[in-house]
């Protein structure tokens, strides 16, 4: 198969990957309408492993957070992190649009972390598309 083949190939998987990605996210914001008040009531923290001996090891820090709805507790990860510690506190409060036939799915402060990555996937693939037409 011809290097253009694959790169048109490749490019449009990628790209039609970040499309998928942003249809989803537009639908789930569509989904969630209602509003309510989350606490952040615990922080995860991952270590990511060093791919090198004594390179720095990164840490992932998730918010975990809580809301009520109709008397249940909803105690979940709304999709967002950070390298950067001090970013989330326990305690903190943050206003959540929530889907009132599935409480669980929820966005918080009308965002989803899905969205840049959705554009970074559909931009990388045009550029593995704009690539192929350098091959031809």
Not at 12 to 23: D, E, M, N, P
Not at 65 to 84: A, L, Q
Not at 97 to 107: G, I, S, V
Request: glycine share 12%.
């Amino acid at each position: 198969m011809e290097p253009f083949a694959i790169y048109l190939i490749v490019g449009a998987v990628i790209s039609g990957i970040g499309i998928i990605i942003l249809y989803q996210g537009a639908k789930k914001k569509k989904r969630c309408t209602v509003f309510a008040s989350a606490v952040i009531a615990e922080i995860k923290k991952d270590v990511d492993e060093a791919d090198k001996a004594g390179t720095r090891k990164k840490c992932t820090y998730t918010p975990i957070y809580e809301f009520t709805v109709n008397g249940g507790v909803i105690r979940k990860s709304g999709g967002i992190y950070s390298h950067n510690k001090s970013e989330f506190k326990v305690g903190d409060v943050s206003p959540v649009m929530y889907n009132p036939d599935k409480p669980e799915e929820f966005l918080v402060n009308g965002k989803g972390g899905e969205k840049a990555f959705g554009i970074a996937l559909l931009l990388f693939g045009l550029l593995i598309i704009a690539i192929a037409f350098t091959q031809r």
